[in-house]
C-alpha cells in the first residue's frame, strides 16, 4: 500500500534550470511534509519540511509547495547546480503518531553542466 | 557528536544464517526507526521504537526483530536470512518533543546469497 507516490522517477536537467520532483498523499492524518536528499551512499538528509498550514515554504534556492486540497506538495529546485544531483525522496507524517515517515519512491535528479 | 553510527557498514550471509546491525545515537533522542531501501520502494519501515525497552512494528517487520535495552541503542536482528532481505538497511532516530526531524546514519548494505 503505497500511500505517497512520487515522481517522477528520474529526471536530468541542465545547470541553471529548474528541477520539480511531485509527491501525492493519501493520508488525510499526516500533517508533516518533509523532503529527504541522498546521495550515493549515505544516509537520507533532511533538505526542507512543510506543514500543511502553508502552502509555500522557501529555503534558498529550494522551495515546497502544497496543495492541500489535491493532496499533493512538490519540491522547487531553483537554478540547479551539479552538486544537487542526488535521489530526492518526499515523505509524509503524522508528528502525533510516533514521528513516523511514510517515503516516496525517490527521484534521482542528475544536473548536467 | 557521531549522529547516528551503524555497524557493520557491509555484510554478506548464506540463507539461514542469523546476524544483528547494530545503531548508536549521542543525541539523546527518545525514538528510533529501522528502515530498508530497496530500489524503486524509497524507504520502508521495518520496526520503531519510542523509548528504552519499547518496540512496535512498521511496515515490513516480517522476518525481522529488534531490541531496545538502552536509550542510545538500537538493534536489528535477522533470526534466518533470506535472499529478499538483501536490501541497504538504515537506522534514523529522532526528538520526541520538538524538532520532527529524523537523523539517519550512513547505512548497511546486506547481502543475502
Known amino acids: 500500500q503505497q500511500q505517497v507516490k512520487q515522481s517522477p522517477q528520474s529526471l536530468i536537467v541542465q545547470k541553471g534550470g529548474i528541477s520539480i520532483i511531485n509527491c501525492a498523499y493519501e493520508?488525510?492524518?499526516?500533517?508533516?511534509f518533509p523532503w529527504y536528499q541522498q546521495f550515493p551512499g549515505k544516509g537520507p538528509a533532511l533538505l526542507i519540511a512543510?506543514?500543511?498550514?502553508?502552502s509555500e515554504k522557501k529555503e534558498g534556492r529550494f522551495t515546497i509547495s502544497f496543495n492541500k486540497s489535491a493532496k499533493q506538495f512538490s519540491l522547487h529546485i531553483m537554478d540547479s547546480q551539479p552538486g544537487d544531483s542526488a535521489t530526492y525522496f518526499c515523505?509524509?507524517?503524522?508528528?502525533?503518531?510516533?514521528?513516523?515517515?511514510?517515503f516516496g519512491s525517490g527521484t534521482q535528479l542528475t544536473v548536467l553542466p | 557528536n557521531a549522529g547516528v553510527t551503524q555497524t557493520p557498514k557491509f555484510r554478506v550471509l548464506k540463507t539461514g544464517q542469523s546476524m544483528t546491525l547494530l545503531c548508536a545515537q549521542d543525541m539523546n533522542h527518545e525514538y528510533m526507526y529501522w528502515y530498508r531501501q530497496d530500489p524503486g520502494m524509497g524507504l520502508r519501515l521495518i520496526h520503531y521504537?519510542?523509548?528504552?525497552?519499547?518496540?512496535a512494528k512498521g511496515e515490513v517487520p516480517d522476518g525481522y526483530n529488534v531490541s531496545r535495552l538502552k536509550k542510545q541503542n538500537f538493534l536489528l536482528g535477522l533470526e534466518s536470512a533470506a535472499p529478499s532481505q538483501t536490501s541497504v538497511y538504515f537506522c534514523?532516530?529522532?526528538?520526541?518533543?520538538?524538532?520532527?526531524?529524523?537523523?539517519f546514519g550512513p547505512g548497511t548494505r546486506l547481502t543475502v546469497t
Open positions: 534514523a532516530s529522532s526528538y520526541r518533543f520538538g524538532g520532527v526531524e529524523q537523523y
Open positions: 515523505a509524509a507524517g503524522n508528528t502525533g503518531s510516533a514521528r513516523q515517515l511514510t
Open positions: 512543510i506543514r500543511p498550514d502553508v
Open positions: 493520508n488525510t492524518a499526516f500533517d508533516y
Open positions: 521504537s519510542v523509548g528504552e525497552g519499547t518496540t
